[in-house]
């Protein structure tokens, strides 16, 4: 990656993007939450549709993105905002007092910036729960225990499943989920052998995403290209396969691009 986007001895990150939303995906899905995206990314994924956060971003210190943060946070301050989901997790990891907003680290790919740890331990501290968008392709060993770690198992029409961390299997606690994005028939019967062979469902939660076509203005020309052997499925499709097959996933939609504009940005 350019230098530009390592941090080194000074706290600061390269953001894009800092928005209050509500959390589209994930076993938080509907629940508001504060986004902070960060830049570069080192996959570019068939169907990725934040093409936008490869390159585009300002430098800011860990101090001024955690004001932000509690600038956005302070309207839902009322200790009585944390829901049962909330103090189930918080019990588990051992945050004190939850509440909402949610903070999640999404990108591009916040692993490759290493001030992304320290800022998501002070924002642990400071009695937030963080959620961690993360491809899979990098460590997520080093990333503090209370965090709730999403990690992606990239499927074969995402152009990058050669870039699976496999390591990162081992790490990954109830609290964790696994994310399979499919686009194909492919995609599904891969991700249907990974469960088996792994015993994912007995590790944590898992979710099954529904590729969502890319708008003209998200068709970035880096992107990997769907092989053109791949037989591609349709929402509903998807879920009658997992009805039949009985998975123990739970499908979802990115609930945020039925709401808003799929191309919309800051939602």
């Not at 019967?189 to 015993?199: D, F, K, L, S, Y």
Request: some cysteine; glycine content about 4%.
């Amino acid at each position: 990656m350019p230098a530009r986007y390592t941090a080194g001895v000074s706290d600061t990150l390269v953001v894009n993007e800092i928005y209050l939303s509500l959390q589209g995906e994930s076993t938080f899905a509907g629940l508001p939450c504060v986004f902070i995206r960060l830049t570069a990314c080192d996959l570019r994924c068939s169907y990725c549709d934040t093409a936008y956060a490869f390159t585009e971003g300002k430098k800011q210190s860990l101090a001024e993105i955690c004001a932000e943060v509690q600038k956005m946070a302070a309207p839902f301050s009322n200790p009585q905002s944390a829901t049962p989901l909330l103090r189930e997790h918080a019990t588990r990891v051992g945050v004190r007092n939850p509440q909402l907003p949610l903070i999640e680290l999404t990108g591009g790919e916040p692993l490759l910036q290493k001030n992304s740890l320290p800022l998501m331990k002070r924002l642990c501290d400071d009695g937030f729960t963080v959620l961690l968008e993360t491809s899979g392709a990098h460590d997520i060993s080093p990333v503090d225990p209370r965090v709730r770690r999403i990690m992606d198992l990239k499927c074969p029409s995402s152009g990058e499943a050669e870039r699976n961390h496999w390591e990162n299997l081992k790490h990954l606690k109830a609290t964790d989920e696994i994310k399979f994005v499919i686009g194909t028939v492919e995609d599904y019967e891969w991700a249907r052998r990974q469960i088996a062979e792994h015993r994912l469902n007995v590790v944590c939660p898992l979710l099954f995403s529904w590729v969502h076509p890319l708008a003209p203005e998200q068709q970035n020309k880096a992107l990997k290209h769907v092989p053109a052997s791949q037989t591609p499925v349709s929402r509903r499709e998807l879920a009658e396969r997992i009805i039949a097959d009985a998975l123990p996933v739970r499908f979802q939609v990115q609930m945020h691009k039925i709401i808003w504009s799929p191309e919309q940005r800051g939602v």
